[in-house]
C-alpha cells in the first residue's frame, strides 16, 4: 500500500500544548473563586474540545450557565497565551520537513477550536501544513469522520491512500469511521493501551517510526 496523506491530530499529537491550556483552565477557575486543576487532571480532559475541557474543570454541580461563563474566561486567556510553553514534540518538524520534501499531502484535524488550531499551525509550522480544520458551528466534532473527510477533500486525497495520526481513542475511531488507517502516538496525552483497545492500526513511539510506516517500510500492526 502506497501512502501519500497524513493528516494529524494537534494537541498531544504534533504540539505538546498541555502547560498552556493548564494555565489557561486554572485562570479561569482562579477568577470564579475555584480550585485549580493539576497539569495531570487537564491531560486527562483533554481530548474532545475545549467545552468538555472546561466543564469537566469546574467542580461537580456547577450549573450550566457558570460553566459557559468559565469557558469563555479560558477562551479570552488561552487566545493570548497559547504561545508560551507550547512546543512541537521532539522530531515532529523534522517530520514534516521530510513529508513535505517527499511529495506528501499533510493536514491538522482538530476538537480544538479553529481560531486556536489555525493560529498554531501558522506559528509552529509556517507554511508545511496547507490545511487545518478545527471545531466550528455546524460541523460534527471527531470522533464523527466529517472533519477528517474535509480535510481530505480539499487535499485530494483518498482513504487509501490516507492515514491519520493522533494520541487518543477518539483519534483512533475517528480514523475508523473515516475509513482510513490510525496510527497512535504513544507520546502523547494517552497511553499505547487504551490506543490499542480503541482499534488503533499502528502505533509509534517516535516520529522515526511514523515516517516508516509513512513511506510503506514497516507496517507492524497494533492488534
Given at each position: ?46 481530548g474532545n474540545g475545549i467545552k468538555e475541557l472546561m466543564f469537566k ?162 507496517c507492524e500492526t497494533a492488534l
Amino acid at each position: 500500500m502506497k501512502y501519500n496523506t497524513v493528516i494529524f491530530d494537534l494537541d498531544g499529537t504534533l504540539l505538546n500544548t498541555l502547560e498552556d491550556l493548564g494555565d489557561s483552565v486554572n485562570h479561569a477557575l482562579k477568577s470564579f473563586g475555584y480550585p485549580e486543576r493539576t497539569y495531570e487532571e487537564v491531560r486527562r480532559f483533554v481530548g474532545n474540545g475545549i467545552k468538555e475541557l472546561m466543564f469537566k474543570a469546574v467542580p461537580k454541580g456547577t450549573d450550566n450557565e457558570t460553566a459557559l461563563k468559565c469557558l469563555q474566561a479560558f477562551k479570552d486567556h488561552y487566545k493570548t497565551n497559547m504561545q508560551h510553553k507550547t512546543a512541537p514534540y521532539d522530531g515532529i518538524l523534522e517530520l514534516l520537513e521530510t513529508l513535505k520534501s517527499n511529495g506528501f499531502k499533510l493536514g491538522i484535524v482538530s476538537n480544538k477550536y479553529d481560531f486556536g488550531v489555525k493560529n498554531l499551525n501558522k506559528y509552529y509550522f509556517k507554511d508545511l501544513i496547507p490545511v487545518a480544520i478545527g471545531e466550528r458551528e455546524g460541523v460534527r466534532r471527531k470522533p464523527a469522520p466529517d472533519t477528517v473527510l474535509t480535510a481530505m477533500k480539499e487535499l485530494n486525497a483518498q482513504k487509501e491512500s490516507t492515514l491519520y495520526v493522533g494520541d487518543s481513542g477518539s483519534d483512533m475511531i475517528t480514523a475508523q469511521n473515516a475509513g482510513v488507517k490510525g496510527v497512535g502516538v504513544t507520546w502523547g496525552f494517552r497511553d499505547a493501551k487504551s490506543l490499542k483497545e480503541s482499534g488503533a492500526d499502528f502505533l509509534v513511539d517516535s516520529p522515526a517510526q511514523l515516517l516508516d510506516i509513512a513511506q510503506n517500510t514497516e507496517c507492524e500492526t497494533a492488534l
